[in-house]
């Protein structure tokens, strides 16, 4: 599904280059969780924000079902990440303004659905994210595990191709961090690909394979026996 | 998603209200003084151009200029008018108004501060006034007849008809009502309430500049043709007349060229410039040859101070807008991420502008109902939304001036808000580069620097009236009532059959001086013109009509020689005059008692000099007065000046009244102040302080609240830097000093600027004046201690908080 190739990201400032990305190759199948863990400043976000089409690349790669992404246009590239592509961040990132049925509601206006249809896709996922009851309350009003159910919910809702989740668990307690593990786990058993950006090697441990960076170089990868199984 | 999005700019709305409530009552406020300005504009634009006829009108005057004195006079000799009639195959019609009355009688009722002015019976035909009732081809025809506009037909009938009633504008001359013209419908310079059909003298000298005359040109002639032809015609007739006077050799068939009439004129009257002027009506409300186009200026300087309040309100907007864009950088992020385009961004951006343009425009016409009463008063007018230009041509107007304000308020932020990096702010990264500060703070400057520049002017206008207030105008005008005399009989007494009269008023306890005066000591004659010296020589004086002790009244000094007195009576009513130091020293007389000055074929001898003392709006020097007692037809001396004791003033004032209408019978006493005479000179520099006092404040307001929200935009930047600062030690003051620093030096230097620009424009201003105040430099320096000072309290307000916040709190909030 994902083809990435001898990529390479640099940072630069008046006097300082660093180099996040050091030649990067990796591939992802359909259907598989894989999880990117590494030390603070590895380049793991900056490759899941490249693979998200939210940060460009210097050299590399990067094709999806064999279209090659990097080189779009913005506009394109926005087309494209709005049909296939969802996302859930550390710190949920839901707009303050609008209520829980409302943001949930954003991907699929953005993908042009017809109001009746959305709304009941919107209630079918709510109701699966056990969170019906809480529909119209705004972002602020509910707890942290809440929210990042609802910013799951949203990443779903246009059933795209690819979830990019950076570090989901980070901002939750580990009973809420689980919760939302458990999630993402139906989802891609579901079918959803998901790609996860983590610290936790308990949260690694629900995917199909881990990928460990260091300095922008994948040092080595992990399938993960126990889950693994289905795909191989 | 536009239903979406506007649930956003709402909920966004709600939740920052103060930023709100700035952001909008500084536009409304900006937007409402554009339209009461633009309502002005209208107005002051809509005179004389009611019908397309107008626009082939023209008014005649005249130019003449005699050895260095110049004068323009809007008004033609009553033999122009005839000749123009006789033998211009391209006017239509030719209508004259004379300067009219000042009272209207129906019944038993007498209505005063109107005007009524005598015409011919062509008025209607070259000035097509919309007559409501009568028929515009035979109103003015009959001898006797009048139209009243419309106004003054409801004040003076009410509800009855006025057709056909029987008016008076003196006791003993009657007219009948036979027509009404819609005045508010037909706003023109004409000040005229009614008029009414008059026989004009039949006066056959070209030099009697008396009557208001209006030429109507015939469709489809060259205009320009037209008005060289009429100017040849005129100076035919002028070269020709003056035959009398001088010894040029004037040919006997044929019209003069422009050329030969000239030289004739300049040989037999000394003349430099001679022209008869003819300017189209439909500009003169705003600018006149004759009159100048202060209006026109007017309307500048309130246009400049209205778009710099607008500028001002849209820095404002822009800037408060990006302040916030921390609190709207996540849901920027979150739709670039689910695909939105960048442009579609921009397009919400600017919706959430003109939401909020909406909001202050609706809030601005609230503002305009409130506003305009007092805007009228200030300006003298009856200006209103719904007034006879459309509405709808108003709302046009206002919708462009909204679309450019939306545009400028809106393209920064949009632009701005629209760029958020969306990994960097989902991230929870808002900090921007340090570019667009500057530009912030640029706006900020140029914020000020208006402010500044507005606050200063108004300081020094101030000064400048507070001066005027205050000089020594050569005169002492306290404590003096007027009578406004109404019986012609008593106006053209002569000298000695008043004096009873003003005896019987001096021996009034507490009234002290009395005289007569053919006008206000600061207001002309209305006439004025060349008097003939003896060395061939000509000096151009203003005619002054008075009686006895009129310079011991109001306190004007003598220089030399003597003032009229009872003892030289039979010499004083027939040929002195007084003169004042200004014709003296025009005529270049080192002794200008004895010397003598023809004045309209009589020759006058020289009794006496006063001192010179300050003419109207002082903007002028002195002119050239000449002071004489004798009873003259043309110049009656319609007022009574009564000099009071200040002890008991109001009932001496009684008593004088009480004792004029035993004098005057059958008339009610109009008297006023000569003090308040005066204010009325003085408002035209009134309304341009108080124009000034509103704008200075509105916009210094609107500035400081700027500064206000960009200092909490930068006190919730730095929120992390304070804490840091505070737990390694640092002092709330030294944190307070941190904060003010930028914005101090922002406001100063803005202030510096202001202090030259408004330098320029005041230097400017001050040169209008004869008597002008040395440049106040202090208030310069005053306004810029204003601006720091409240500069300072509003950034420390903001600093305060922060300041006093537990670091621990800040932190961890980061």
Redesign the interface.
């Known amino acids: 599904m994902i083809q990435i190739e001898k990529l390479f990201k640099v940072y630069k400032t008046e006097d300082v280059e660093t180099t996040a990305i050091n030649g990067i190759d990796m591939t992802v199948k359909e259907g598989e969780f894989v999880s990117i863990m590494g030390p603070s400043g590895c380049g793991k976000s900056t490759l899941l924000n490249i693979m998200g089409l939210l940060d460009t690349a210097e050299k590399g790669t990067y094709h999806f079902f064999g279209k090659e992404l990097l080189q779009l246009s913005s506009r394109d590239q926005s087309d494209f990440r709005r049909k296939n592509m969802g996302f859930v961040f550390q710190n949920f990132n839901l707009i303050d303004e609008l209520s829980v049925f409302e943001n949930i509601e954003l991907p699929l206006i953005y993908n042009k659905v017809p109001s009746a249809e959305r709304k009941q896709r919107v209630n079918a996922i709510i109701e699966r994210m056990n969170i019906g009851h809480r529909a119209s309350h705004l972002p602020q009003q509910l707890s942290g595990g809440q929210q990042q159910r609802v910013a799951v919910a949203r990443a779903l809702v246009h059933q795209p191709r690819l979830i990019l989740a950076d570090e989901p668990t980070g901002n939750l307690d580990s009973s809420h961090g689980n919760e939302v593990m458990e999630l993402l786990c139906e989802m891609n058993e579901a079918g959803t690909t998901i790609v996860m950006v983590t610290h936790s090697s308990h949260d690694a441990s629900f995917t199909n394979r881990i990928v460990n960076l260091k300095d922008g170089h994948i040092i080595n990868q992990t399938v993960n026996k126990s889950r693994a199984t289905e795909l191989i | 998603?536009f239903k979406?999005n506007l649930?956003?700019a709402l909920?966004?709305l709600l939740?920052n209200k103060a930023y709100t409530f700035i952001n909008i009552f500084g536009l409304s406020a900006g937007l409402a003084s554009f339209i009461v300005i633009l309502l002005y504009l209208n107005f002051e634009t809509s005179f004389d151009k009611w019908d397309n006829q107008l626009k082939r009108v023209y008014r005649a005057g005249v130019h003449l200029a005699i050895g260095d004195e110049e004068a323009k006079w809007p008004w033609q000799s009553g033999i122009f008018s005839k000749t123009i009639a006789e033998r211009s195959s391209e006017v239509e019609s030719i209508a004259r108004i004379n300067g009219g009355s000042g009272v209207l009688i129906y019944d038993q009722d007498f209505f005063y501060d109107v005007s009524v002015r005598g015409t011919d019976s062509t008025l209607l035909q070259t000035i097509p006034f919309t007559l409501t009732q009568g028929d515009a081809k035979t109103a003015l025809a009959k001898p006797n007849s009048i139209i009243l506009s419309k106004s003054l037909a409801e004040r003076v009938f009410k509800s009855e008809n006025p057709v056909g009633k029987v008016v008076k504008i003196n006791p003993n001359d009657s007219y009948i009502v036979t027509g009404v013209w819609d005045d508010k419908q037909n706003p023109s310079h004409i000040v005229a309430d009614a008029f009414y059909r008059w026989k004009f003298p039949d006066d056959q000298n070209w030099g009697n500049y008396n009557w208001a005359t209006y030429i109507k040109l015939k469709e489809g002639v060259d205009a320009a043709k037209a008005i060289e032809n009429i100017g040849r015609l005129y100076l035919d007739g002028r070269a020709r007349s003056s035959r009398s006077a001088g010894t040029a050799k004037i040919p006997q068939n044929g019209l003069l060229s422009v050329e030969e009439a000239k030289a004739i004129l300049k040989e037999n009257n000394g003349s430099a410039y001679d022209e008869a002027v003819l300017e189209p009506v439909t500009n003169i409300n705003m600018s006149s040859y004759f009159d100048g186009n202060t209006k026109e200026k007017t309307l500048y300087v309130l246009s400049a101070l209205a778009i710099f309040l607008l500028a001002i309100a849209c820095i404002n907007f822009t800037n408060l807008a990006i302040a916030q864009a921390g609190s709207r950088a996540?849901?920027i992020?979150?739709?670039?991420?689910?695909?939105?385009?960048?442009s579609a961004l921009i397009r919400q951006f600017f919706m959430e502008t003109l939401l909020q343009c909406g909001m202050a425009f609706f809030l601005s016409l609230i503002l305009v109902e409130l506003l305009l009463p007092s805007f009228n008063q200030l300006l003298g007018l009856e200006l209103s939304l719904y007034q006879y230009r459309a509405l709808g041509f108003l709302l046009l107007q206002v919708a462009g001036v909204l679309a450019v304000v939306i545009v400028l308020a809106g393209a920064y932020p949009a632009v701005y808000l629209s760029g958020f990096?969306?990994?960097m702010v989902?991230?929870?990264n808002y900090n921007r580069s340090a570019k667009g500060i500057w530009l912030r703070k640029a706006l900020i400057i140029v914020q000020f620097f208006i402010a500044g520049t507005f606050l200063i002017c108004f300081l020094v206008i101030s000064a400048q009236l507070t001066y005027m207030r205050n000089k020594d105008l050569g005169f002492n005008g306290e404590n003096v009532m007027i009578i406004n005399i109404q019986n012609l009989a008593t106006m053209q007494m002569a000298t000695d059959r008043f004096e009873p009269i003003r005896q019987r008023l001096k021996r009034i306890d507490g009234v002290m001086e009395v005289t007569r005066s053919s006008n206000y000591p600061w207001n002309t004659s209305g006439s004025s013109g060349n008097a003939d010296l003896e060395q061939e020589k000509s000096v151009m004086v203003d005619d002054r009509f008075i009686d006895y002790d009129y310079f011991k009244l109001l306190d004007i000094k003598l220089v030399s020689g003597r003032f009229f007195e009872p003892a030289h009576f039979k010499a004083d009513t027939v040929n002195a005059a007084i003169i004042n130091e200004t014709a003296a020293k025009a005529a270049g007389w080192k002794d200008p008692v004895g010397q003598k000055i023809n004045r309209w074929g009589v020759e006058w001898k020289i009794v006496g000099v006063v001192r010179d003392f300050n003419a109207p709006g002082f903007e002028t020097q002195p002119k050239a007065a000449l002071y004489r007692i004798n009873d003259n037809a043309n110049f009656s001396r319609r007022y009574v000046l009564i000099k009071i004791a200040p002890e008991n003033f109001a009932s001496t004032r009684q008593k004088v009244i009480d004792e004029w209408t035993k004098i005057e019978t059958g008339f009610p006493v109009r008297d006023r102040l000569l003090t308040d005479t005066f204010a009325k000179v003085m408002q035209k520099y009134d309304r341009l302080h108080r124009i000034m006092q509103a704008f200075s404040f509105v916009t210094f307001f609107i500035s400081l609240m700027g500064i206000f929200a960009l200092a909490a935009f930068t006190v919730k930047m730095r929120t992390k830097e304070i804490a840091v600062r505070k737990l390694l030690g640092s002092s709330t003051g030294s944190i307070l000093s941190l904060l003010n620093r930028d914005f101090m030096f922002l406001v100063i230097g803005a202030n510096g600027v202001a202090v030259i620009a408004s330098y320029v424009i005041l230097r400017k201003w001050l040169s209008t004046f004869i008597y002008q105040i040395e440049m106040p430099w202090m208030l310069y320096v005053l306004t810029i201690i204003v601006a720091a000072v409240t500069t300072l309290l509003t950034v420390s307000f903001q600093a305060w908080k922060s300041a006093n916040t537990h670091p621990a709190t800040a932190l961890k909030y980061e």
């Open positions: 998603m979406l649930k956003i909920r966004n939740k996540k849901e992020g979150v739709k670039k991420v689910m695909g939105s385009y960048k990096n969306p990994a989902l991230k929870g």
